[in-house]
């Protein structure tokens, strides 16, 4: 059972437009939530995160936005730059455990 | 700072091989995670270490993996004998003690035969 979803594998956007990534979670335990970013060959790199205390998280172009009711949160990217073309991964965390990931999204910034 | 250094990057090996992976992890960092990632999906969580303990290992298939961090610092992960859907890639982690943060490492990529 997905605790973490990423409903969207793929998503195409214009250089120079936002790029939402969307992902859902079912536990309720979870109280922080991050996003990752993956290029081919690496490892996860740390993009942002949230507490489960905040609705909202800004670092420059990237924006978090957390609904505790709906238990949905999105990644904000404005405006989009080539550079951004990567694996996205929604991440969450109750308490003490270890990061519980989603399957990814793959972004793509098209010229 | 050097980041989470893994080794191999690439492995290749025949079925019923035993291979084994290396992490040195953030100095300082007490906690170190392995993750595995198969094609298409998120890392999935095998063992998380606190110091030289094995805190959480529920998801590690003890019948063929198995895993050490004799003094709280490096940790290798061992697969034998491998099997074909062990091809995947072996993540790295680390984070400072309660911490929410962690820092992966590039990864050992599996292909078994």
């Known amino acids: 059972d997905q605790q973490v979803k990423q409903n969207s594998p793929s998503l195409s956007v214009q250089e120079g437009r936002i790029s939402i990534l969307n992902c859902d979670y079912t536990?309720?335990?979870?109280?922080?939530f991050l996003w990752y970013k993956k290029y081919p060959a690496e490892g996860p790199t740390f993009l942002i995160s949230i507490s489960s205390i905040k609705d909202k998280n800004e670092d420059g172009r990237f924006t978090v936005f957390l609904n505790k009711s709906a238990k949905h949160l999105s990644l904000h990217i404005v405006p989009s730059q080539p550079g951004d073309s990567a694996v996205y991964f929604c991440?969450?965390?109750?308490?003490?455990?270890?990061?519980?990931f989603g399957k990814g999204t793959h972004l793509i910034i098209q010229p | 700072e050097a980041g989470v250094v893994q080794s191999p990057r690439y492995k290749i090996i025949e079925k019923k091989q035993p291979v084994a992976f290396w992490c040195n992890p953030i100095?300082?960092?007490?906690?170190l995670y392995w993750y595995l990632q198969n094609l298409g999906q998120g890392p999935e969580l095998l063992i998380r270490?606190?110091?030289?303990?094995?805190?959480?290992d529920s998801q590690l298939p003890k019948d063929r993996f198995s895993a050490e961090r004799l003094k709280g610092v490096d940790s290798t992960l061992k697969i034998q004998p491998a099997e074909l859907g062990d091809s995947a890639v072996y993540l790295c982690?680390?984070?400072?003690?309660?911490?929410?943060?962690?820092?992966f490492g590039a990864g050992s990529r599996l292909t078994v035969l």
């Open positions: 991440a969450a965390k109750g308490g003490a455990d270890g990061l519980t």
């Open positions: 536990n309720s335990m979870f109280d922080y």
């Open positions: 270490y606190e110091n030289e303990e094995a805190v959480d």
């Open positions: 982690a680390s984070s400072p003690m309660g911490a929410n943060v962690l820092t």
């Open positions: 100095s300082g960092h007490n906690t």
